[in-house]
């Protein structure tokens, strides 16, 4: 089974709009972190927030915020305001507990094209 | 700006040639990874380095061989690679195992074997 699921492939939002890529998880480890990183045509992976299984709140980073469901088994990544320079492509990953956590689970991503 | 760097950004290579591609990273991290990405997928994990001792090996094949000089730099030695193997390649670095330590990566190297 699926350990990290984006269903959506592609999506597009109007400049300076709000958008939400959608991401879910499976994991029985009590302890895992999230990531989201975005990927622009270039190669680098961009490093965008952590959630922690533990934490509390949901996390924040500037203009991106983590809606973390911990019931539902979901971590959204919410991109506010955008820009034309958030056109990529954003992975959902999963770290999980101690015994395999040098793995990074990736979902098979979100291509985001920001429109002017 | 990344602070893992990687060398070259291009690479091009005959599939009898021998080529290395390098990794640097200067944030005291203490594992540090290979990863391989074809188009349109996730990338795939092909080491782990744990404290300069290899932790994990995906099965790569032997034409792959790592090599972590010291805990600031990691290489990849590459011979008598296959066209399939044209991907991006990715080295990245972590602080160490854990669910709450961030992989950071660098901006990879674009490899085309001919």
């Known amino acids: 089974a699926q350990k990290i699921t984006q269903t959506q492939p592609g999506m597009f939002v109007q400049e300076k709009e709000a958008v939400t890529l959608d991401c879910t998880y499976d994991?029985?480890?009590?302890?895992?972190?999230l990531f989201w990183y975005k990927q622009p045509s270039s190669g680098e992976m961009i490093f965008l927030i952590y959630?922690?299984?533990?934490?509390?709140q949901n996390a924040t980073e500037g203009r991106y915020s983590l809606n973390f469901q911990k019931a539902r088994k979901s971590a959204n990544l919410v991109i506010s305001a955008s820009q034309l320079g958030d056109s990529a492509m954003y992975f959902c990953?999963?770290?999980?507990?101690?015994?395999?956590?040098?793995?990074?689970?990736f979902g098979s991503g979100t291509r985001l094209l920001v429109r002017p | 700006d990344t602070e893992v760097t990687q060398t070259p950004k291009h690479l091009v290579m005959g599939m009898t040639n021998k080529k290395s591609l390098k990794c640097e990273q200067h944030m005291g991290h203490r594992a540090m990874y290979w990863y391989k990405q074809k188009a349109k997928k996730p990338p795939e994990l092909m080491f782990v380095?744990?404290?300069?001792?290899?932790?994990i090996n995906e099965s790569v094949p032997s034409r792959f061989s790592p090599e972590c000089p010291n805990s600031s730099l990691l290489n990849l030695h590459l011979h008598a690679l296959q066209p399939e193997d044209s991907a991006l390649y990715l080295c990245?670095?972590?602080?160490?195992?854990?669910?709450?330590?961030?992989?950071?990566f660098g901006e990879g190297s674009w490899l085309t074997v001919v």
């Open positions: 990953a999963m770290r999980e507990g101690e015994d395999s956590s040098y793995k990074l689970i």
């Open positions: 380095y744990s404290y300069e001792k290899l932790s």
């Open positions: 959630q922690g299984s533990y934490d509390q």
């Open positions: 994991t029985s480890d009590p302890s895992y972190g």
């Open positions: 990245a670095s972590s602080q160490d195992r854990g669910p709450g330590n961030t992989i950071y």
